[in-house]
């Protein structure tokens, strides 16, 4: 092999590995968190990404049709849908919830489970922790020292959790932990665990998502990573106040005849349409329409009207 030969096969060598570097930090740098929209209701409730472009981190819009199809009258879950009456199988059932069934109240029809409950009868000493495992429905084992400064520590993100208390790394959102003794600065097994990050909105909110109603969140939250149980709710006095920037439906539609439009309860509302804000309730939250079909819905209360 002569000196270009050489020369040749390690430019090779070397845009191969620049090509597999530059690979390898897109996917780390694909997390959800970086994307708009109420990503994590989306993933609960089945929903399915769309994406302009493959290899894209982040979808411009989410298919839930199939919210559209279901009855007010049965209770739906992972795409599975139960009578009312109907006992939920095992693999449906909620972390912690022993039984649960589909069944018919006064507003709509939802479930309703038996949730295990832990009682030790005693008073918790300040040296007492509970020693938990991260894939064990429960408080934990109650573990007791001397004193209270025996109890172990973890320091992360610059916070100091006592051993018994869940964490969420800030640069690893995907992952649930719990500090336990033995914990340096490794987020990993048995300290923690990558969480399929589930809010169960299909297991109580059945009417909320039925009526198009729109989760929202608290500015400080992140709703890719965070789970709510605020909602807005459509009112006679909400309007849509149009983006004076953004293409109107004709437009979007001119090719493909494709939907980027968000629905909140009998409205429909254009990329970077808002909804108005009136009455106590949403006077300090702001619902922009960013990733269809759900708008993004933030409280500010330094920002209020």
């Known amino acids: 092999m002569d000196g270009r030969d050489r020369t040749f096969l390690l430019l090779q060598v070397f845009l191969c590995f620049f090509v597999f570097a530059s690979t390898e930090e897109t996917k780390q740098n694909c997390s959800q968190v970086q994307c708009p929209g109420p990503l994590i209701y989306y993933n609960d ?33 992972k795409h599975r849908s139960y009578e ?120 109580y909110q059945n009417k909320e998502i039925a009526n198009k109603n729109a989760p929202v969140y608290d500015v400080t939250e992140h709703p890719t990573i965070s789970c709510t149980n605020r909602w807005r709710r459509q009112n006679a006095e909400d309007t849509v106040i149009p983006n004076p920037n953004g293409p109107r439906a004709s437009e979007e539609n001119s090719s493909g005849g494709e939907d980027l439009t968000c629905k909140f309860g009998n409205l429909t509302m254009n990329i970077g349409d808002e909804l108005s804000r009136n009455g106590d309730d949403s006077r300090c939250m702001r619902c922009i329409c960013e990733v269809p079909p759900t708008p993004t819905c933030k409280t500010d209360y330094s920002n209020c009207f």
């Open 45 to 77: 409730v089945g929903c399915t990404p769309v994406y302009k472009n493959e290899g894209d981190c982040c979808a411009y819009k989410y298919n839930c049709d199939h919210l559209d199809a279901r009855s007010p009258n049965k209770c739906y879950i």
């Open 84 to 203: 009312a009456g109907e006992f939920v199988n095992r693999e449906d059932i909620k972390f912690c919830n022993k039984k649960c069934a589909c069944v018919t109240g006064r507003e709509s029809t939802g479930f309703w489970c038996f949730q295990i409950r832990y009682d030790y009868g005693f008073d918790f000493d300040p040296s007492c922790y509970l020693k938990r495992n991260i894939y064990e429905c429960g408080p934990g084992i109650p573990t007791c020292h001397k004193n209270e400064s025996e109890i172990p520590r973890c320091v992360v993100d610059g916070y100091t959790y006592m051993a018994g208390r869940t964490f969420v790394p800030k640069n690893e959102p995907w992952k649930w932990c719990i500090c336990q003794e033995g914990y340096k600065d490794g987020n990993f097994e048995p300290f923690c665990a990558i969480s399929e990050i589930r809010c169960d909105v299909e297991y």
